[in-house]
């Protein structure tokens, strides 16, 4: 593939969420499912994506809320991990991500005899959000400008391009978007952002990853040209 | 100082402090917004959080170039013996308010609005805090804005007689906001999830000099060389004070040097909080370890000093809010020992900035737990204090603020949209 004559710079945006109650909440597995079943599909990626831009402790045991409430305040550790290594990129959209945890519910209710109740305060309370995205006066004028960039971000700057841009953009974020967008000539770039693993890291150590991986690829890049001349 | 190297030098302490992406991200958000008009509403200008918050947040919200106003209202004392009981019944207890106060506090009401309404009237946003204002809404219904009730108690489980009737007031907003999920009581409107804050620039939580830490230990008689606990609450029994003692007694045995330190205010207004000072005085039975001190209300350069001065700080509550006392040690970087209750689950996560837990056996545990992994104590106070930074302090409250009221201004939808058009001095 050719590379573009020009490439458009990165326009940076940024984004700020509102937590909405729903007035929903499960004291029991029983009640988590049924409430699964009604609940927006707002209210499962705030579950699964929002929450990690809500003030909350980003639990790194358990990169969805579902899972973290099953082990932390039903002790089903058996369930618990089993929510927690759903794949929320596996699914074409939300719908389908509810089905599947739907079912994995359903799976274990038939497995157990008795229902595990959480304590009266410790109920999971279903949420939604609504997301805010806006511009920045930042951009970035080509990818070799990244690794100096990106430290500088704001930690939902990097939620909305590395993380939100999956429910926008299935099994791509913006950045691999618009470096794909130079043809073939960053490819492997492309190909080590996609192995960053976003789950179990918080925003800010997941900003850093992501500025080594860009430095690694061009001092990387810097050593082969060196070697050839 | 004029008012634009006032504005300049406010948005420079705090962009020291959060990092100049936050402040960057607050001026976008405000942008948009220019020109509105936001008024606030509560029932007292000084002591309690929300003044507290209101105090900073106002000038915040004004540098970024939003005009905010903050009005407070007044009342008689029917109208404060009324608001104290909505209070305590809002967290739950079974308090039955008289007609004749319930009268009182709408015609209060009824007065403020009309001091109020050349203000309030064409606001385009209103925040009302707590339940002292809430029905000015209805002496409103040309209002231009949006409203917005801002309730601070925990309200999960309140006494519902009196929910009730508050509820003819609180229905009436365009959106309700509480503090977390637990808190909240189903309404009509949207109800957004706001936690509070701490500001890190007021003197209970700004940086001291190790001479002033020095010097009010010295003044309490707390020796800087041993190892110290604090526990800073009222002397309540959902604080559970004894658990407290109990557990130091338990850790003392496997550190003989250590010292509790329990700071709590005058309880000369609170015949149970008398009770229990007198059990808590029993209870340290004139063990020179145990420094139970009472200090005044504006002592906050002494709690400051206080927390920093301590190792481990805890909050073993039964039962409580969202518990900013928290908030404030995990930013002075020191774990805490937290009751596994309310909002200090939220805060305290076991092995990252502290140990939850329901006894003062637990309680014991974890403190032996981290004088003898001190790298771990250090470890969970860095931590603690960088959680704090990205989600307690002022500034997390206020975009919140500004992400609702945008929310507000869009309608119904999920995803808001904001582009910019040629800001000045971008060169766009």
Not at chain 1, 163 to 187: K, N, Q, S, T, V
Not at chain 2, 384 to 412: C, K
Request: contains cysteine; hydrophobic residues 40%; glycine residues 6%.
């Amino acid at each position: 593939m050719e590379s573009p004559a020009t490439q458009a710079p990165f326009l940076v945006r940024d984004c700020a969420l509102s937590a909405y109650g729903t007035g929903l909440r499960a004291q029991n597995l029983r009640e988590l499912r049924d409430r699964l079943t009604e609940v927006s599909t707002a209210s499962i990626y705030y579950h699964f994506w929002g929450s990690r831009l809500h003030p909350s402790f980003e639990h790194p045991e358990y990169p969805n809320m579902f899972a973290a409430w099953v082990h932390r305040s039903l002790h089903d550790h058996r369930l618990g991990e089993r929510l927690g290594i759903i794949d929320p990129m596996d699914f074409h959209d939300l719908e389908g991500l509810r089905q599947e945890l739907i079912e994995i519910i359903e799976q274990r209710l038939e497995e157990t005899e008795v229902v595990a109740w959480s304590a009266p305060d410790d109920q999971f309370y279903f949420m939604h959000s609504r997301v805010v995205v806006f511009d920045t006066p930042r951009t970035i004028a080509h990818p070799r400008d990244m690794a100096e960039v990106l430290p500088t971000l704001s930690n939902s700057s990097i939620f909305y391009h590395f993380i939100d841009a999956r429910m926008r953009m299935p099994d791509l974020d913006d950045f691999r978007a618009w470096l794909i967008g130079y043809g073939d000539e960053f490819l492997d770039l492309v190909e080590a952002l996609g192995t960053v693993d976003l789950f179990f890291v918080p925003l800010a150590e997941l900003r850093r990853t992501l500025a080594d991986v860009v430095s690694a690829h061009f001092s990387g890049h810097l050593a082969q040209e060196v070697h050839h001349d | 100082m004029t008012e634009g190297t006032l504005t300049q030098t406010v948005i420079e302490e705090y962009q020291r402090i959060v990092g100049s992406d936050v402040i960057e991200q607050l001026f976008q958000l405000a942008e948009p917004l220019k020109g509105l008009r936001v008024v606030h509403v509560n029932s007292t200008r000084v002591g309690g959080g929300v003044a507290e918050i209101l105090t900073k947040l106002v000038p915040l919200s004004n540098a970024l170039g939003i005009d905010t106003s903050w009005e407070v209202i007044t009342g008689r004392d029917e109208f404060y013996q009324c608001t104290k009981s909505f209070h305590n019944a809002l967290q739950g207890n079974h308090v039955a308010i008289p007609k004749a106060l319930l009268k009182a506090y709408e015609e209060v009401n009824a007065a403020n609005a009309e001091v109020l309404r050349s203000t309030l009237q064409d606001a385009d946003i209103v925040f009302i805090h707590d339940p002292q204002p809430a029905p000015l809404i209805t002496h409103f219904p040309e209002r231009k804005g949006k409203w917005i009730w801002r309730c601070h108690i925990d309200a999960g489980k309140p006494y519902r007689p009196v929910w009730k009737y508050l509820r003819n007031f609180t229905s009436r907003y365009d959106a309700s906001i509480f503090s977390i999920a637990s808190f909240a009581q189903p309404m009509p409107n949207p109800i957004c999830l706001i936690p509070p804050s701490i500001d890190p620039l007021s003197d209970k939580n700004m940086d001291l000099s190790e001479a002033e830490i020095e010097t009010v230990c010295l003044q309490h008689g707390i020796d800087r060389q041993r190892r110290t606990i604090l526990q800073v609450s009222r002397f309540d029994r959902f604080k559970d004070p004894l658990g407290v003692i109990e557990a130091y007694r338990l850790a003392k045995r496997f550190a003989h040097d250590l010292q509790l330190v329990l700071a709590g205010g005058s309880a000369d207004d609170d015949p149970e909080g008398a009770a229990v000072l007198t059990e808590v005085y029993a209870a340290a039975a004139e063990d020179p370890d145990i420094h139970i001190l009472m200090l005044p209300a504006d002592a906050n350069r002494v709690i400051n000093a206080l927390q920093r001065a301590a190792d481990i700080v805890i909050q073993k509550s039964l039962r409580e809010g969202f518990g900013l006392t928290v908030t404030e040690a995990l930013w002075k970087g020191k774990p805490v020992i937290g009751g596994n209750t309310g909002g200090i689950r939220l805060q305290v996560i076991n092995h990252h900035t502290g140990f939850l837990v329901d006894t003062p056996e637990g309680a014991a545990y974890r403190i032996r737990y981290l004088f003898h992994y001190r790298d771990q104590l250090k470890e969970m106070g860095l931590k603690g204090r960088e959680f704090v930074r990205e989600n307690f302090l002022l500034t997390r409250h206020l975009r919140d603020h500004l992400a609702l009221i945008h929310a507000l201004r869009s309608g119904g939808s999920e995803r808001i949209e904001l582009h910019r058009v040629n800001l000045p001095g971008t060169g766009e």
